[in-house]
């Protein structure tokens, strides 16, 4: 940390639940060639896709949180909650507002553990209490560039980099011809590394990749996740291929919680395996990482860990000789501000993820400095996290419940 001031006592916090509707969800139209639409669950609010177990809103929702500190400064914040974002702002409102409002704290991490503390006796160390507690503490750091009137990147780390390349999350086309067209075109535009997504189903996998390699050579890095959908056997053979392809890492392989599994896999020969987006804290890195690591890159997603305890988890991956490079999913300008943010000050030889068109969805309520140049960020010269919301214009997407 630097010298600049990061006490604060908070006036006023605000939240709102957006919704898009007539927007395509987190997957738009990927498909696979070999995918049956017609035997994904039909829900009214949500969708399975088969082959995956996680479920995914039909169109972008998410929470996003005002806070203004008692000298005035105004901060936003936004945490990566697809599914039911409006449970991120019932906390807020209900509980943690009336136990952080006219509190004094020196920094926002002393926040943090304070949130973290008053319901950690009760088991309450995750999901959407953490996704609150993320959101708010982005805010904070907003708050606090802007009163500082320095980039976030400055206040949490001196040696912040400038240039932040990118790697695009998903080709979401309907056939692997049109995916290859994109690739083709992200190539052109500069981004060198691209991340698939791909179901159990190794031997598809592996044929899906082979086609974009060939088809987009100019893509240096090819990254797949496998949304914790492998068999432990499947994970050996797909992390033994990746590698003979050169893969730059192979992401959540294994379900979330099986340490044992991921210790066999991180043994076999192979690919790089990058996890991180299920933590929420440091205190559920420590068996992964004693006695010794059992994965190679990790990727803490900024909408769930906050920008505070994000540190802390980069400073554990970094004792490890593990490098760090943030997740990112499902959220709109102010969620991938923030992460850029971080990208700043996380490893330097490691890509960054980017969801493009996710942040355009609020762009005639908000104006970022983040823009994409040349398949790279550059960090913007404004203070906070580099994003300013006119909340007249952010109106029309609010659900009122």
């Given amino acids: 940390m630097t010298s600049h001031d990061l006490s604060f006592t908070i006036r006023e916090i605000k939240t709102a639940h957006l919704a898009f509707p007539g927007t395509p969800g987190y997957w738009e139209q990927y498909r696979r060639q070999n995918e049956d639409p017609t035997a994904a669950t039909t829900l009214s609010r949500y969708e399975f896709k088969p082959g995956w177990q996680t479920v995914y ?32 702002c019932v906390m807020v409102d209900a509980a943690i507002a009336e136990m952080v ?22 088991g309450i160390n995750s999901g ?22 320095t980039p ?20 979401r086309r309907a056939t692997i011809e049109e995916r290859i067209t994109q690739a083709q075109s992200l190539a052109d535009q500069g981004i060198t590394g691209v991340k698939i997504f791909q179901s159990g189903d190794i031997e598809n996998a592996i044929q899906e990749l082979d086609a974009l390699i060939q088809g987009a050579p100019n893509i240096q890095q090819w990254m797949v996740d ?17 590698g003979d392809r050169n893969l730059r890492f192979f992401e959540c392989p294994l379900q979330p919680e099986d340490i044992a599994g991921h210790t066999t896999l991180h043994e076999a020969i192979g690919a790089p395996i990058a996890i991180g987006e299920h933590f ?26 906050s920008i505070s305890d994000f540190i ?32 700043a000050v ?22 970022t400095g983040w823009q994409l140049n040349e398949g790279q960020f550059h960090l913007p010269d404004r203070p906070g996290i580099g994003v300013t919301i006119n909340e007249n214009d952010i109106e029309p997407h609010i659900v009122r419940n």
């Avoid at 976030?152 to 080709?171: C, E, H, K, Q």
């Fill in 57 to 88: 809103a039909k169109m972008v929702e998410t929470p996003l949180i005002r806070v203004e500190l008692t000298d005035g400064t105004i901060g936003w914040g936004e945490s990566n909650t697809p599914v039911a974002p409006e449970i991120v």
């Fill in 101 to 122: 409002i006219n509190r004094e704290f020196a920094n926002p991490t002393e926040l943090w553990d304070f949130v973290y503390d008053s319901q950690r006796g009760r």
């Fill in 128 to 149: 959407y209490w953490m996704d609150a507690l993320a959101a708010l503490d982005i805010a904070i750091w907003d708050a606090l560039g802007k009163r500082n009137d």
């Fill in 152 to 171: 976030a990147a400055v206040l949490l780390d001196p040696n912040f980099r400038t240039d932040i390349p990118v790697y695009l999350s998903g080709l």
């Fill in 226 to 242: 496998t949304l914790w959908m492998c068999t432990l056997p499947d994970a050996i053979q797909a992390k033994n291929e990746f």
């Fill in 280 to 305: 929420r804290t440091t205190y559920q890195m420590s068996d992964w990482l004693t006695p010794t690591p059992i994965f190679d890159v990790y990727q803490p997603d900024i909408g769930r860990t």
């Fill in 312 to 343: 802390r988890q980069r400073d554990l991956a970094y004792a490890a000789n593990i490098p760090v490079t943030p997740h990112m999913g499902n959220g709109v300008s102010v969620f991938q501000a923030a992460t850029l943010q971080c990208a």
């Fill in 346 to 367: 996380s490893s330097p030889e490691l890509l960054q993820e980017f969801q493009g068109g996710l942040s355009n969805l609020l762009k005639h309520a908000s104006d």
